[in-house]
């Protein structure tokens, strides 16, 4: 019998932050929505953050970023999957990020940023159109 391909996510919450109601309730939808979910915890390293990715064999990264450090954050977890060869996971991620960021978080190829106030099932759909499954 041949293996469904599902859309494999790894959600992380980088930095010191230790606010993860949010990515928890993100983490359930897209897991409800049939994809495979991988929630790394609190306070996880660009990394870890990376390596339980392409351990995983995910296709996408979704970082949720309260801190303030989001520049910082995405700009690592994006420079180690260069590094790593594995640059063809799409990262996306939400938090308070200022409308101002997100211009330059896009440049940086982050691929969407969900703000306060983005549905569930927004970022579930965005993410079944724009995350390719793996078998």
Do not use: N
């Not at 469904?4 to 996510?9: D, G, K, L, M, N």
């Not at 392409?54 to 296709?59: I, R």
């Not at 590094?83 to 896009?106: C, K, M, S």
């Amino acid at each position: 019998m041949d293996a469904v391909p599902r859309i494999r996510v790894v959600i992380a919450k980088p930095g010191l932050d230790g606010h993860d109601r949010g990515v928890k309730i993100v983490a359930r939808a897209l897991r409800d929505a049939g994809m495979e979910v991988v929630y790394t915890g609190l306070h996880q390293t660009p990394e870890q953050i990376v390596r339980t990715a392409v351990q995983e064999d995910a296709a996408a990264i979704g970082l949720s970023v309260l801190s303030g450090a989001h520049m910082t954050l995405f700009a690592r977890v994006l420079e180690l999957l260069k590094d790593g060869d594995a640059d063809d996971i799409t990262v996306f991620g939400g938090g308070i990020i200022p409308e101002a960021d997100i211009p330059e978080l896009h440049r940086m190829g982050v691929a969407r940023i969900f703000t306060p106030g983005a549905t569930t099932q927004e970022i579930v759909e965005w993410v079944r159109s724009a995350v390719p499954a793996r078998v």
